[in-house]
């Protein structure tokens, strides 16, 4: 209605109004109306940049912070029930001692090596570890748990893996459930894949293969048949209705590659 009246006392003054005054007052009029409509396409033209600028971050990568949301932060098991980061009581060339080997190669052993002035597992070629827990030999994971580790990738090379298994090829394989032999994680330096999924969606967007050797710490929740695969602090990988019972742990490496692979800092901890 006020939008009405005034131009209707607009039109009242240039009717009534002298033509110089009316001219005068049409061109402080043209220049408001100008002035208005700069102001209308420098914001239009800021939004477009915001918007592509919003386009161009997202085609260049992977956006950590909206997938992290979905699933949450790495949080670790409330219990540790095995911790391994090998030291001065380890003894380099030697078997480590906190676990238990499957599948044992005369040409090549896993033993502890020290690089760097730090001891660290060297994983052979077509051999597991399974850890070693006091008391725990049918069934020592819980049906909520985290493990956590450090493993090595080196040179850019596509045979870069590690085999994760939730049972001990060892010694709980007579009774393990197929479901769970089925659930096998293969790990490498940019993602994670399984039996049953395409693996690792979004992952190798943001772990690429590296041309330089590089350390991933991995951390694996695994909570009301969800499993969940962290590398470095952000969640990369999902795997629901994972069935069977998980009753251990075994890690062993690709039998392929000439390069070493080494682990540390292993912990398992449950929510128990």
Same mark, same amino acid.
């Given at each position: 209605m006020k939008k009405k009246l005034i131009s209707v006392l607009v039109l009242l003054f240039l009717v009534s109004a002298p033509a110089a005054v009316q001219a005068q007052f049409l061109k402080k009029l043209k220049?408001?109306?100008?002035?208005?409509?700069?102001e209308v396409l420098d914001t239009d033209d800021q939004d477009k940049v915001n918007d592509d600028e919003a386009d161009d971050s997202s085609d260049s990568g992977y956006d950590a912070s909206e997938y992290e949301a979905d699933y949450g932060e790495f949080v670790a098991g409330k219990t540790v029930v095995f911790k391994d980061m090998p030291g001065n009581d380890e003894i380099k060339g030697q078997f480590? %001692?906190?676990?238990? /080997?499957?599948?044992?190669?005369?040409? @090549? #052993?896993?033993?502890?090596?020290?690089?760097? *002035?730090? +001891?660290?597992?060297?994983?052979?070629?077509k051999q597991g570890i399974s850890p070693l827990i006091p008391g725990k030999e049918k069934d020592y994971i819980p049906d909520s748990f985290t493990l956590e580790f450090d493993a090595s990738f080196s040179t850019n090379a596509p045979d870069q893996r590690y085999y994760l298994n939730f049972y001990d090829l060892e010694n709980q394989n007579d009774f393990v459930e197929y479901d769970?032999?089925? %659930?096998?994680?293969? /790990?490498?330096?940019?993602?994670?894949? @399984? #039996?049953?999924?395409?693996?690792?969606?979004? *992952?190798? +967007?943001?772990?690429?293969?590296?041309?330089?050797?590089?350390?991933?710490?991995?951390?694996?929740?695994?909570?009301?048949?969800?499993?969940?695969?962290?590398?470095?602090?952000?969640?990369?990988?999902?795997?629901?209705?994972?069935?069977?019972?998980?009753?251990?742990?075994?890690?062993?490496?690709?039998?392929?590659?000439?390069?070493?692979?080494?682990?540390?800092?292993?912990?398992?901890?449950?929510?128990?």
């Open positions: 220049n408001k109306v100008e002035k208005k409509l700069d480590p %001692s906190k676990w238990r /080997l499957f599948y044992s190669r005369k040409s @090549d #052993n896993t033993e502890i090596v020290e690089v760097n *002035g730090e +001891k660290m597992i060297r994983l052979a070629k769970v032999r089925d %659930s096998e994680l293969t /790990l490498t330096t940019f993602g994670v894949t @399984d #039996n049953r999924t395409e693996g690792t969606m979004k *992952g190798h +967007k943001i772990f690429q293969e590296s041309s330089t050797p590089v350390w991933r710490h991995i951390a694996v929740t695994y909570s009301n048949q969800n499993i969940e695969v962290y590398y470095d602090g952000v969640h990369i990988f999902h795997l629901g209705e994972a069935k069977g019972n998980f009753i251990g742990i075994n890690i062993s490496r690709s039998e392929f590659g000439t390069d070493d692979r080494y682990i540390k800092n292993v912990i398992i901890a449950t929510n128990q």
